[in-house]
């Protein structure tokens, strides 16, 4: 059921709010991301629920279904693709999953898990994410007409990147073993990309790589954790 209700009408999406009446939960662990979405879903008229991981996500679930869930291929705790895959195959289905990613070959990992769709990361177009939902919800909740469709920029909050290296700064500072520094490699180079920050972005890759290699990885994992530092104490003295 979405969390609407079973016997509460539907409001009628309008061209301003083509996507009023849906309800998407995003499954990601980045709060850059959900910020992008977030602002996304406010100007499409839909209701906007987040889970930062599988087990979140599987939480939500429990409680209410949404109608629309985008779903992170790179979770903390598994893979995004899993989740599809059962979603996919329940009986009553969620009308709408995308999976979402920034990494080659993670689209076709999507749709072979069952999903619907999929957005490419960095998500910024309004128009990009009202589409992927649009052209696979039931026809009858579509707005009136073929040209609600409008483009825009979606800035998310700085604050919201700050909040990604807070957090991924708890990981490189505890204790590390491979499975925590692939996932904050994998993590930092997908949310530094979309911000725009080149420099942390390739150091998480070139970190991620001499992890493939089987090389030590003291003195890259410490530039990383370096630069996530900077960038913290660059916003703390603003």
């Not at 083509?18 to 839909?46: F, K, N």
């Not at 709408?96 to 999929?118: H, P, Q, R, T």
């Not at 994998?186 to 990309?193: E, I, K, W």
């Amino acid at each position: 059921m979405d969390d609407s209700g079973q016997f509460i009408t539907r409001p009628t999406p309008t061209k301003m709010r083509p996507l009023l009446g849906q309800t998407v939960l995003v499954v990601e662990d980045s709060r850059y991301v959900c910020d992008a979405i977030r602002l996304m879903c406010l100007h499409s008229g839909a209701r906007f629920r987040r889970a930062d991981c599988l087990k979140s996500a599987r939480r939500h679930l429990q409680i209410y279904r949404p109608s629309v869930i985008v779903v992170d291929m790179g979770l903390p705790d598994g893979i995004g693709s899993d989740l599809i895959a059962e979603l996919a195959d329940e009986v009553i289905r969620i009308d709408v999953i995308l999976g979402l990613s920034g990494d080659d070959g993670a689209e076709a990992e999507a749709i072979n898990a069952g999903a619907d769709g999929f957005l490419n990361k960095p998500l910024k177009s309004l128009a990009q994410f009202q589409t992927a939902i649009l052209r696979h919800v039931p026809e009858d909740r579509r707005p009136d007409g073929s040209d609600y469709i409008r483009d825009e920029t979606i800035r998310p909050d700085p604050l919201a990147y700050q909040d990604d290296m807070a957090q991924i700064a708890d990981v490189l500072t505890g204790p590390t073993d491979h499975r925590s520094l692939d996932y904050a490699a994998q993590f930092l180079s997908g949310v530094a990309r979309d911000a725009n920050d080149t420099v942390l972005a390739n150091a998480a890759q070139q970190l991620a790589l001499v992890r493939a290699s089987g090389t030590p990885v003291t003195v890259q994992a410490a530039r990383v954790a370096g630069l996530v530092q900077n960038r913290l104490e660059q916003h703390g003295a603003v």
